[in-house]
């Protein structure tokens, strides 16, 4: 029976992680790590790769990056990878602050637009009409200015937004996801997507044009 056995570990990929730009990604920074005590801080601790000026705000790391810095560590380890193969590293800088004068200017072009596309919306299909007829088979007469239905139409519009998007202001009424969160997550999900696939083709990029340069001085093989 061997006394040291060939040590395990089993590792997990975090999907996406954030950074500061000024730090080095350490194994422990974008993996899950199960393997035994003796090894677990210092493989937490191993450094991966020092973030430079030219890989712009957002690192990709692969198994195939990570692996042969592990085996440089533990030389006979066996590597049990689950889940993810691949890592995006976003690199944040110092957090600035928020402008006072864009704020305002941002919420008053979002308030006026929605409120313009809420009123198209209302001409193209005159709804005025639709009121004025609503009106009529209620009470049995004709109406030409409805201000009390339109009035509370226009508090049924904001309290049925209220309801759908499970907001207002920071609170929420249930623990749901809302509308808003999930498209934001899908389009987060997309972009995740489109930067691995660009990081990778920058990657298969970088390899050809290394393997050319090597080819330039022998001529061709």
Same mark, same amino acid.
């Given at each position: ?9 089993? $590792?997990?990929?975090? !999907?996406? %992680? ?14 899950? %790590? ?15 790769? *020092? ?11 692969? $198994? ?9 560590? %533990?030389?006979?380890?066996? %590597?049990?990878? =689950?889940?993810? *193969? ?14 006072? +004068?864009? /704020? ?6 979002? +308030?006026?637009? !929605?409120?313009?596309?809420? =009123? ?33 139409? !226009? ?11 499970? *907001?207002? /202001? ?13 498209? =934001? ?22 390899? =050809? ?13």
């Amino acid at each position: 029976m061997k006394a040291n056995p060939t040590p395990t570990v089993f $590792l997990q990929l975090r !999907s996406r %992680i954030r950074l500061p730009r000024d730090q080095t990604v350490k194994l422990g920074d974008v993996a899950f %790590i199960i393997c035994d005590p003796e090894w677990e801080e210092k493989l937490c601790g191993l450094p991966l790769v *020092h973030p430079k000026d030219q890989d712009g705000n957002r690192l990709l790391m692969d $198994l195939i990056q990570i692996i042969p810095k592990i085996r440089q560590l %533990i030389p006979e380890v066996h %590597i049990e990878p =689950m889940g993810n *193969h691949h890592t995006l590293v976003e690199l944040i800088g110092p957090s600035a602050k928020p402008s006072r +004068f864009w /704020f305002p200017v941002i919420w008053l072009l979002l +308030f006026f637009g !929605s409120a313009l596309t809420i =009123m198209n919306f209302h001409a193209d299909v005159n709804m005025l009409e639709v009121h004025i007829r609503i009106v009529e088979m209620v009470t049995g007469q004709r109406d030409e200015h409805p201000y009390l239905f339109q009035i509370a139409y !226009s508090l049924g519009i904001g309290f049925g937004m209220t309801v759908f998007f499970n *907001h207002l /202001f920071k609170k929420k009424w249930n623990e749901e996801p809302t509308p808003l969160e999930v498209e =934001m997550y899908l389009y987060q999900e997309n972009l995740d997507q489109f930067v691995v696939a660009e990081e990778y083709r920058k990657m298969r990029t970088a390899e =050809m044009e290394k393997t050319m340069q090597k080819r330039k001085p022998g001529g061709k093989r």
